[in-house]
């Protein structure tokens, strides 16, 4: 049986969000939907300017709330069009310390997955670039030609113990001495299944979670990685890169 | 009795970008500063920031400068420049970090004399000590004007921030004992050296490096996160977790 790395994508190897920057660029030329385009906008500046605490987690849910409510109203033709020229320039732009991480255990033959919250379209080119062994992405489902939503997404921001679950059985890989690494409270139950679980840049929920359990925690910032690990009743800076 | 301070470093440090970023940014919003061009002016500033060498941002700035008043076509006049500046500074709280902001506050309270040391340009860092509350500032240079535009010439100010700070000190009588310097680059550890708490402030690598070899303590600010860490017997521990 196998060993397996699972990463995270966005915030975890990826410095930003795969689905924000295509569904960005689409409210920029005003072709995501007429009623959301300039919503959608508004709500990434507050973000950027860390307006209230959870600006960042109202952005999120409520411009994915906007889309997924409209969602049998737009086309994924516009979407299709672009996304390979949005993200092209984009798919280097990556952690140093999870990219590394994620090369050093691909060359001792472990499994690599991503198990990621944006949609499957970005997945698809972001993984295929990087080389993970397999990967999943939340998918819109789409009518038969392909040129409408449906309305149906399978998530999979949640749960994702789960779908790992799936990637196991389907590739007959074992969770001794395998490692799960991601950046927010999603990503927790993934970090509890596996032997070396590592919170990377973590947000308030998820360090909470690893402070509770002892787990590495790992901060990059300015090119300088910070590996923090629990001993003797506190965190000390293992190594620092 | 002689007062405490402490000595803070502002691009990077109090603000998350720099004075000069935001002040592109905000010609930019006011319709003073071409978007596109701008954006060469933003990409010539965040590359220096991210270089590991520190000596050379001060070239980038002024590669900036230049870029900034070609342009603006006939001219920036000193109005806008200083309206522009005073923009930036009213919306420091969406700008800035959270530790540092705290920080200054806490400081405040126990009456520490506040001191903003920085190589960007003095309107600039007057108005932003100013707003903050600080009691001196030196800035690194001064664009020169007219009376009407700046006419794009640039007066250099001491560069070296030991002896800058070490000159407000004798000018207000300050103990060094107990005071506090906080920066986030290679530039700022010959202030570190003059106070006995320097904190290395989501250093660089320059600053990293130095900070480790004389135990300093180091605080980084990620996401809605700060840690503390601290030397303990040969090695850094997280002491603390807030915001």
């Known amino acids: 049986m196998k060993k397996f790395a699972v990463l995270d994508i966005d915030g975890t190897l990826f410095r930003s969000q795969l689905y924000w920057e295509v ?5 920029r030329r005003q072709k995501l939907h007429k009623d959301i385009n300039q919503k959608t906008l508004d709500l990434y500046e507050s973000w950027k300017k860390r307006k209230s605490k959870d600006a960042f987690e109202l952005f999120n849910n409520e411009t994915i709330d906007s889309i997924d409510s409209l969602l049998t109203e737009l086309d994924p033709t516009e979407y299709d069009n672009i996304i390979k020229e949005i993200l092209t320039p984009l798919l280097d732009h990556t952690y140093v310390y999870t990219k590394k991480l994620m090369n050093d255990l691909k060359a001792k033959g472990y499994f690599i997955i991503a198990i990621s919250g944006s949609r499957s379209e970005e997945v698809n080119i972001f993984a295929k670039h990087h080389g993970f062994d397999d990967w999943i992405g939340q998918t819109y489902e789409r009518t038969e030609d392909r040129k409408k939503y449906t309305g149906n997404v399978h998530k999979t921001y949640k749960d994702k113990d789960l779908i790992l679950a799936e990637f196991v059985k389907k590739h007959d890989l074992t969770y001794q001495d395998s490692y799960a690494i991601g950046d927010s409270g999603g990503d927790i139950s993934i970090l509890k299944k596996v032997s070396n679980p590592i919170a990377f840049n973590p947000n308030k929920e998820l360090l909470a979670e690893a402070q509770k359990n002892g787990w590495k925690i790992v901060i990059e910032r300015k090119s300088i990685a910070y590996i923090m690990e629990y001993t003797d009743g506190k965190y000390v800076l293992a190594e620092a890169n | 009795m002689a007062r405490q301070f402490a000595v803070f470093d502002i691009d990077g440090t109090i603000v998350r970008t720099s004075l000069m970023q935001l002040l592109v940014k905000e010609l930019v919003n006011r319709g003073q500063l071409d978007g596109p061009k701008a954006g060469d002016i ?4 965040h590359d220096g920031r991210q270089r590991i060498d520190d000596s050379v941002f001060g070239s980038y700035m002024k590669q900036a400068f230049d870029l900034m008043i070609q342009t603006a076509g006939s001219g920036l006049s000193l109005s806008d420049y200083t309206e522009a500046i005073t923009a ?3 919306s ?3 700008t800035s970090y959270v530790y540092s902001r705290q920080l200054i506050d806490t400081l405040k309270k126990n009456n520490f004399f ?5 190589g960007g340009e003095q309107r600039a860092v007057q108005a932003i000590a100013s707003t903050l509350g600080f009691d001196a500032c030196a800035a690194g240079v001064y664009y020169l004007d007219d009376g009407k535009i700046l006419t794009g010439e640039v007066q250099k100010f ?7 700070l070490q000159a407000i000190i004798s000018k207000y009588d300050l103990n060094t004992n107990g005071s506090m310097a906080i920066g986030d680059t290679g530039n700022d550890t010959v202030m570190f050296n003059l106070v006995s708490q320097p ?11 130095i900070a480790r070899e004389k135990n300093w303590m180091i605080v980084i600010e990620r996401k809605d996160v700060v840690y503390g860490m601290q030397m303990e017997n ?4 997280l002491k603390s977790v807030n915001v």
């Not at chain 2, 933003?42 to 500033?45: N, V």
């Not at chain 2, 506040?114 to 920085?118: G, K, R, V, Y």
């Not at chain 2, 001491?158 to 800058?164: G, Q, Y």
């Open chain 1, 23 to 27: 569904a960005l660029e689409l409210a």
């Open chain 2, 42 to 45: 933003e990409r010539i500033l």
């Open chain 2, 88 to 90: 930036v500074a009213n």
């Open chain 2, 92 to 94: 420091l709280n969406s």
């Open chain 2, 114 to 118: 506040l001191i903003a040391i920085s």
């Open chain 2, 158 to 164: 001491e560069a070296k921030k030991d002896a800058v």
């Open chain 2, 199 to 209: 904190i290395a402030f989501n250093p660089n690598q320059a600053l990293f490096k």
């Open chain 2, 234 to 237: 040969g090695q850094y521990v």
